[in-house]
């Protein structure tokens, strides 16, 4: 496989060391591995701080900024962070009102974010945090015990951030985080699998002329293998089986953020055209879209395919998500 890399062993320095020199707003420590909001300190808020491996970007390191979050903590490629890192950054950003971790559930990154929080604590950090599990196509997997955190991450960032940086309390922007997760469903589809450098080929096989449905983001085995589908079909089985586990919540009565989320190697052509045939198929089910997301945020490398992500969104969470928000990857009303 070709990639544009010096080697696997220095390819999250490399790119943090490329995001530091376009993004002088960030403070970036390479060699640490974490990356800061430049304004943070002196700000009063509540700090929201998030991680994961890298290869999934922009999450999370290009959502930090004004109105989202306050630090990221990226780890190898589909690594999680250390400890020391998550307790660097929320040593970073605490300005005395407590910071917010935002998990995705993996093992790795549930663990190391919990012992994390235990030595903030011990330092005199007032520490929440939210655990993301999202994705309706498999239970447990090789990574998780329960569901896993996926597409949800972004909209509880994203809300949560919003919440900080209006002042709310650490309780309170908590909460919000929590309801997001609660309110929020994702399902993945891969039509190839995805290369890591340090496997320099395909993680996983998959046939030519087939498609996975319910694919994790590490390229964990979903629901199912089927011939090829049509955007129409693929998105009829995913908005179906969202709808499917949100309706256990409670029946859906309004609006719903939807995220039709690249997987790093679908161009936005066919991924509009994807968001075209899961609008159709909400609009059919009686499901309003108040607010709709397309591209590359929460991606796998090179894999091509995409997930769609719903949250049932009240007046209080859609005014966070319209709120201002200024990181490189996402910015919109400032």
């Known amino acids: 496989m070709k990639m544009l890399i010096n080697s ?10 490329g995001m530091a020199a376009a993004h002088p707003e960030l403070e970036v420590d390479v060699e640490r591995r974490i990356v800061v909001r ?25 959502f930090v900024g004004y109105g989202m979050l306050s630090a990221a903590c990226p780890g190898e490629v589909f690594t999680s962070p250390v400890p020391d890192q998550m307790l660097r950054a929320a040593t970073a950003v605490d300005s005395g009102q407590g910071v917010l971790f935002v998990v995705k559930n993996y093992t790795g990154d549930v663990l190391n974010f919990e012992m994390a929080a235990e030595l903030a604590e011990e330092d005199g950090l007032r520490i929440e945090q939210v655990l993301v599990n999202d994705d309706v196509a498999v239970t447990d997997s090789l990574h998780t015990a329960g569901r896993r955190g996926t597409g949800a991450t972004l909209f509880v960032e994203k809300i949560a951030g919003a919440a900080a940086e209006e002042g709310a309390p650490l309780d309170r922007v908590a909460a919000l985080a929590r309801r997001v997760n609660a309110s929020s469903r994702s399902f993945g589809v891969a039509l190839t699998p995805c ?16 498609l996975e449905l319910g694919i994790g983001i590490h390229g964990e085995p979903g629901r199912e293998r089927r011939p090829m ?13 969202v709808l499917r586990e949100l309706d256990e919540v409670g029946p859906i009565g309004g609006p719903v953020l939807a995220l039709v989320n690249g997987l790093g190697a679908t161009p936005l052509l066919e991924l509009y055209g994807f968001h075209a045939e899961v609008a159709r198929v909400l609009a059919e089910r009686g499901v309003p879209v108040a607010r709709a997301l397309v591209g590359n945020y929460v991606t796998a490398l ?14 209080e969470l859609l005014r966070l998500w319209d709120a201002p928000v200024q990181t490189t990857a996402l910015r919109w009303g400032r």
């Not at 943070?40 to 509540?46: A, D, I, S, W």
């Not at 290369?195 to 087939?210: H, I, M, Y």
């Not at 589908?229 to 089986?241: D, F, K, L």
């Open 8 to 17: 696997p062993e220095t390819v999250v320095a490399d790119a943090l060391r």
């Open 38 to 62: 430049r304004d943070v300190r002196g700000g009063g808020r509540v700090g929201v701080v998030s991680g994961g491996g890298s290869g999934h970007e922009p999450l999370h390191a290009g």
């Open 195 to 210: 290369s890591t450098p340090a496997k320099g080929g395909p993680t996983f096989t998959l046939p030519e002329g087939e």
């Open 229 to 241: 589908m049509s955007a129409r079909e693929i998105a009829e089985v995913a908005v179906e089986a």
């Open 302 to 315: 090179d894999m091509a395919g995409c997930s769609v992500t719903l949250c049932r969104a009240d007046e």
